[in-house]
């Protein structure tokens, strides 16, 4: 376990070590102790959070401690780096994307800027959080008591340049999201706003997968149509984990977001993971009686269908998501932890969705190290 450290560090604002008074954390979410508890034993890793758009359109600071707005969670105000660390968040992969309407040059050159600006923002605060790379790195991250902050790219046209991928500096991105609500010249979106011509990946996207694949850095197929995800299966080196950061599934509530059966065993035959997202409206119908239960509805199905293995956490956090309305932002998180020990689960299933499925694909792709 990390070094308790009380109360954060003055560079950012302040949060409260639940580790210190676990039941008063119980009684304020109305969640048994024993909840809890598990959940302070397990390393939670979100693998997809947007929340950094927020600070790039509004100047959102994540570095500040923020309330959940007058939205009161709905789309914004649901995560920032000081209730991350209270919430003993991991770590999360923190999403970069970038406007499709730009040139293909603007749009690289916009992405190395953001990419700057994000890894600064974490400079900032070298008590609280570590941008890492790879197992080792999260490790090291987490011996420190640390949030560990990988680095993704949401819509790989950002760098569909030829060779653009190679100025991502020192490794620093560990996904790329191969498209994102808009079709490009990798392939098709599964937008409804696509239209009904699948063509799938165009040979520039396979090609792309295959150099993503030699740079070791996650094949994400969030967000591509069927066609275009199954080309992709097909382009991708099989001894390596394709991973989905933030989706539901078809098989609890069919969705043209969601994947279907043949998808999530795609996924899980190459030994990845794949992220349950928090959109209500993505997850059950209708939107308004979704509830954390209905996350774990998904997990469940996940584990079912592709094994222990499969299933993970992919909020979306801040992404212009609607999440359910017992788990407006990341403070409420044990909540899903005490509807899977109602359920009866494992604890080693709960310690695996809630981190250990992320390491291990992360250390089969880069790095070795006890997941």
Known sequence: MPPMSGRAQPEIG?????????????????????????????????????????ARIFGYDLLARHGSGPTRGRLLGQVDLPRLR????????????????RSGAGRRDAFLENLARLRETF???????????????????????LHAAFLGIQGGNALDEPDALDLIPDRAIVRVTLVHLSTSR?????????????????????????RLDHAR???????????????????HDPSLPLIVTHTGVSGVHPHWRNL?????????????????????SFLGAPARAVTAATI?????????VGGEGCAS???????MIDPPRDLRTCLELPRLVQVMLERRWPPERVRAVLGGNYLRALGALRGTGEA
């Open 14 to 54: 302040a949060w409260l070590d639940h580790r210190r008074d676990p039941g008063a954390w119980a009684r304020a979410l109305g969640v048994s102790r024993e909840a809890i508890e598990l959940y302070l034993a397990c390393e939670p890793i979100d693998l997809h959070v947007d929340t950094f758009i927020w």
């Open 86 to 101: 209270e919430a003993q968040v991991a770590g999360a992969m923190w999403s970069i994307t970038t406007n499709p309407l």
């Open 123 to 145: 400079a900032r605060a070298p008590g609280e959080v570590a941008v890492v790379r790879d197992l080792p790195e999260y490790r090291a991250a987490r011996a420190k008591g």
């Open 186 to 210: 990798l392939g098709v979106t599964s937008s409804p706003l696509a239209g009904r011509d699948d063509t799938g990946l165009t040979a520039l996207g396979r090609a792309y997968v295959e």
């Open 217 to 235: 850095i996650f094949v994400d197929l969030a967000h591509v149509s069927r066609r275009g995800f199954f080309d992709a299966v097909d382009a």
């Open 260 to 280: 279907e059966r043949a998808q999530v065993r795609a996924i899980a035959d190459t030994g990845g993971t794949i992220g349950v997202m928090y959109q209500s």
């Open 296 to 304: 774990v509805d998904h997990l469940d199905h996940l584990v079912q």
């Open 313 to 319: 956490l992919g909020s979306d956090w801040d992404g």
